[in-house]
């Protein structure tokens, strides 16, 4: 069974910096790409970062470039993803997500299977 789990969500304030997890089971982790995406209430989600484990290729919508950054350790089967300099704005619920596909070429939220329960992060001024 597919699982993944995220951690490290948490209260920070403005410009402070929080490292996401996202631990995962039930897959050969290095077959597939692993992407991070937040939702705010009454948003959509939208994918921030995505990386392929096999050969670090790593992908980033233009909102989080310069601040995010996403990284894997296949030892731990593990993607975490580093979040620097945050705004008030990137208070939502993270999530990270497995595409069995493996391309691990976007960041559309309609290119991954299987999603972890999310971790909340809020960030106040």
């Known amino acids: 069974e597919v699982q993944l789990v995220e951690s490290g969500g948490g209260l920070v304030r403005t410009g402070g910096s929080l490292r996401l997890s996202c631990a995962a089971s039930?897959?050969?982790?290095?077959?597939?790409?692993i992407g991070w995406f937040r939702q705010a209430p009454g948003q959509e989600r939208e994918g921030l970062a995505c990386?392929?484990?096999?050969?670090?290729?790593?992908v980033y919508d233009d909102s989080v470039k310069g601040r995010f950054t996403i990284s894997s350790d296949n030892s731990k089967n593990t993607v975490y993803l580093q979040m620097n300099n945050l705004e008030i704005e990137d208070t939502a619920v993270y999530y990270c997500?497995?595409?069995?596909?493996?391309?691990?070429?976007?960041?559309?939220?309609?290119?991954?299977?299987?999603w972890g329960q999310g971790t909340q992060v809020t960030v106040s001024s």
């Open positions: 039930g897959f050969i982790f290095e077959d597939y790409a």
């Open positions: 990386i392929t484990s096999d050969d670090g290729k790593t």
């Open positions: 997500a497995a595409d069995s596909t493996g391309l691990g070429s976007t960041t559309s939220k309609y290119a991954f299977d299987y």
